[in-house]
């Protein structure tokens, strides 16, 4: 009787998952079909943007789609780039600073050039203004990603390079037998909020002006940014419903098994609380369908396996593989040899034809900065100054209200594997979700409180800015050595000294991480939080960002580009001077060796 229950209510879930992965089957098709005949229709730049209910649905499906071509755009680039930088120190010297430059370039810099130079190439069909859309969206995902694949290349412990080298590994099976299974996590991590990031800057990516032309494509952020321009307070709500609603979807059936597929890869052993399996997995190993499929697809893969793997064949590879092992011991010898004949003048040339093509390039692109901003004014570069300040003190206010309740929430939540289980996708929801379309219901609260825009722009750029450093503490707090937190314990070390000499030491590296990343979107959040349509009228107040949104809606690209030239500057002075300090402090005086 036990068993026939347990067998019917084993085909119950079966149908139920099957019922429920055909949906999503039929979802992303349908998704897929929508997206190509959008980009394939006529040209509107500035299409009517409905604010009922019943347009909800489509346009989710369209900002969706654009955000996942830009994250698949963004990780291709990141390995390519990544590997390049993290191999080659000549690559490292150019592409480290480019990326550094890339980063401190608010999406409204990239804006122009995209839009007109992709429009004017395809002037009949969407794919011009769809795919500026994209690449925007990529600018506001792909730096952290690089950056974290750079640093995980780095970090591969000498022990596995070693190894590699003893039995004989290409440069290819490395990759992806060593090096991308122990980047796999962090850039997983790093995935999740670069998808943040570009999620955070949807209104303005989908809804914009230059000078006297609008555009607007069919999306959430453009819904947002009508709803919000006219005062309509039930298409917000609806708006702010369905970005959670997709959020959740992609959280559930993508993020989850990513980041729990992930942990078969790190090098140390996690608690098992933290092994659960995802509701997608789950369904997946419920679902019949999927069942069969998976063991088609492995006896298939088997069959080829036993075709290609004839006597002769077999020999060869093992052949290939002694050759391989062999010729190790003649590699050190190769590469003196190859050092030797390459040290002196090839070398010499290769890095002159390099750098002068860089410094061609880079003539060229100062020669036409320069000549945009000969015609501003001492003025204007004056008030750009005074801007920059006011923007520089907001910046600063935000991270330090961000630190001040995210580091001992999130130590709190990442030393307690319950907490984490439960908070930890509540973190996920408020990192993922774009903070602008929050700004009615935080505008509607500062009113209410008679705060001037000139205060409040600061606590907008800390509701997207603040789970950087959240969810970076909580990365590091869940990583703290059970071993070290055992060891205070039979000391007797506890209170406050535990987490001044334990705690917040432990975590300093992942907090420098979230200090810069959260400084980057501050900056560059500047952009919509001291510029803000609010119930059909513009809000704005003295700052670089206010600024730089003026002079795009203006089309005056000249106060633009001296505007985008002073963010900069800064920002990567401010990288340069302060925070590889912080970095340096935190790899020397708090690094537990494990």
Known sequence: ???????????????????????LVGLVIFGIFETARRWQGDFQPDLPIRTDAAALPLYAIYSLYRALL?????????????????????AEQIIVPVLDIGQSIPV?????????????????SNVGIESACVLMIFTGQVWNMTFSFISSLKAVPTQLHEMSANVGMSPLRKLFRIELPCAATGLAWNSLMSMAGGWFFLTVCESFTLGSRSFRLPGLGSYMATAIERGDGRAVLLGILTMVAVILLMDFVVWRPVVAWTTRFRLTEQPESFQSIPFMSLLLRDSSAMRALADLIHRGTLAWSRLRRTPERAQAIQARRLGRVRRVSLKSAGRRAAKAWRSSAARSLERRLLFGLI?????????????????????EWREIFVCTLFTGFRVAGALVLSTLWAVPAGIAIGLSPRLTRWLQPVVQLGASFPAPMLYPLALALFQTLHLELSVSSGLLMMLGVQWYVLFNVLAGATGISQDLRDSFRLIGVGGRRRWTQLYIPSVFPSLVTGWVTAAGGAWNASIV???????????QTRGLGSMISQATAAGNFNQL??????????????????????YQLAETRFRFER
């Open 529 to 539: 939080a001291e510029y803000v349509l609010y119930r059909g009228e513009t809000l």
């Open 1 to 23: 009787m036990d068993s026939s229950a347990h067998h019917l209510a084993q085909k119950h879930r079966s149908r139920e998952a099957n019922v429920l992965i055909t949906f």
């Open 359 to 379: 410094g061609a390039g880079s003539a060229w692109v100062v020669i036409r900065v320069a000549a945009l901003v000969s015609v501003v004014r001492w003025v």
């Open 108 to 124: 409204l810099g990239f804006l122009p050039g995209l839009v007109l130079g992709l429009v004017a190439v395809f002037p009949h």
């Open 70 to 90: 830009a994250y698949f755009l963004s990780l291709s680039f990141t390995l390519v780039f990544g590997y390049l930088a993290a191999k080659n120190r000549l």
């Open 561 to 582: 580009t001296a505007c985008l030239i002073a963010m900069v500057v800064v920002v990567v002075g401010i990288n340069r001077g302060f925070w590889s300090r912080a």
